[in-house]
């Protein structure tokens, strides 16, 4: 928080005035006058207006902010939030949320409880910080959850759900990817989730520790160095270094050589590039045993970390299953421990998620309708 020196303080009374003043009385008006002024520039650090980055620069903000410009103010913000959330080695869990999966009893309700019931998770929320793409879905993260970020798109609405592959849905990627470049430049490593995947266990240690780039896969061929393998761009551990910023920079630009194409579909066209070689990047492919999804379930409760509504179409049907993963993960967590290393338990998902109900409805496999996931 910042002190109240760096502006003026607001209602202090001109010296003659509190001289005339009793010495008791001046004092409690002298102290008074900071309290206020303190709060009042707490306040204005809060502030702050998705729709319009010139009216964050109202006077109180002025006051905080007197020698930076309006990008500045927003990356000051954000980095400030990273901080706070940061792990010692400056690693911080990243998720997006729009209004859509922002309402009570939504996606992001069921993504938290995740955290809170998983083993050894609880803790990470203490790192998560939550990318808010609208004004509703800021809110309801104040209410929610300590760490929240805004994430402005001038002349974007993404508070909807938006639909796989309409002009929202890819600018919601993209947009995306350029912040999490920002977050690498800024010295961090991440984390990023989709909301819409549930933690059940710390991952933390089944990533490999001489990868750059790391990311979950909807089909995963056994080999965690085959580029043949699908990667979902829902899940990533990335760490930041010269590699990683300068292959989510060629990720970026990419959308321009492959126009039309949403970012995983891109990453999978990208990953085979010789500039991935020149640049030294070492990516892996996290197993679907342990990071899985509904394209491809882990089958092992006592190995899993994550689990992804992904091939699933409509946010109803990723409610409904999320919904029963979490009951089948309390029921697993109930058991004894002799009961959990024996457990023959698996997960009664896929149900309104199934691939079946997909071909019904004339949607393929990688035609889905999301929020602001994968």
């Known amino acids: 928080m910042l002190h109240s020196s760096s502006g003026p303080i607001i209602g202090y009374m001109p010296p003659k005035t509190v001289f005339l003043l009793p010495r008791a009385l001046s004092l409690s008006v002298f102290v008074v006058a900071v309290v206020l002024s303190c709060f009042v520039l707490h306040k204005a650090t809060l502030s702050f207006d998705f729709f319009s980055l010139s009216s964050a620069l109202s006077s109180r903000s002025k006051l905080v902010f007197p020698e930076l410009n309006d990008s500045e103010i927003v990356e000051y913000r954000i980095e400030r939030v990273l901080n706070d959330a940061a792990m010692e080695d400056r690693t911080v869990i990243l998720t997006t949320l729009n209004e859509a999966w922002a309402a009570p009893g939504s996606i992001i309700d069921l993504f938290l409880e995740s955290f809170r019931i998983g083993d050894r998770t609880r803790r990470l929320l203490n790192h998560l910080v939550i990318v808010a793409l609208d004004q509703k879905a800021y809110s309801r993260c104040l209410v929610l959850h300590i760490h929240c970020v805004a994430l402005v798109t001038v002349g974007v609405d993404f508070s909807r759900e938006a639909y796989f592959m309409t002009s929202d849905y890819l600018k919601m990627m993209w947009r995306r990817i350029d912040f999490l470049r920002s977050v690498l430049e800024m ?16 991952p933390f240690p089944r990533f490999y520790k001489d990868a750059d780039f790391q990311i979950a896969c909807d089909l995963y061929l056994g080999n965690s160095s085959d580029i043949q393998n699908r990667p979902n761009g829902g899940f990533s551990y990335v760490k930041s270094n010269n590699r990683s910023i300068e292959f989510y920079k060629f990720w970026y630009s990419s959308r321009e050589t492959h126009p039309g194409y949403h970012d995983q579909d891109v990453l999978n066209m990208i990953k085979f590039d010789d500039f991935l070689v020149d640049i030294g990047l070492e990516m892996r492919f996290l197993s679907t045993a342990y990071f899985g999804g509904l394209c491809e ?78």
């Open 187 to 202: 010295g961090y490593n991440f984390v990023f989730t989709d909301a819409d995947i549930m933690w059940f266990r710390d």
């Open 297 to 374: 379930p882990s089958k092992d409760l006592n190995q899993v970390c994550t689990m992804h509504a992904n091939c699933c179409l409509g946010l109803d049907s990723k409610i409904h299953d999320l919904k029963i993963m979490l009951q089948d993960w309390r029921q697993y967590m109930a058991l004894p421990p002799d009961l959990k290393r024996a457990s023959i338990l698996t997960w009664r998902v896929p149900q309104k998620c199934s691939l079946d109900s997909l071909w019904q409805n004339g949607a393929p496999e990688n035609q889905v309708e999301e929020g602001v996931g994968h």
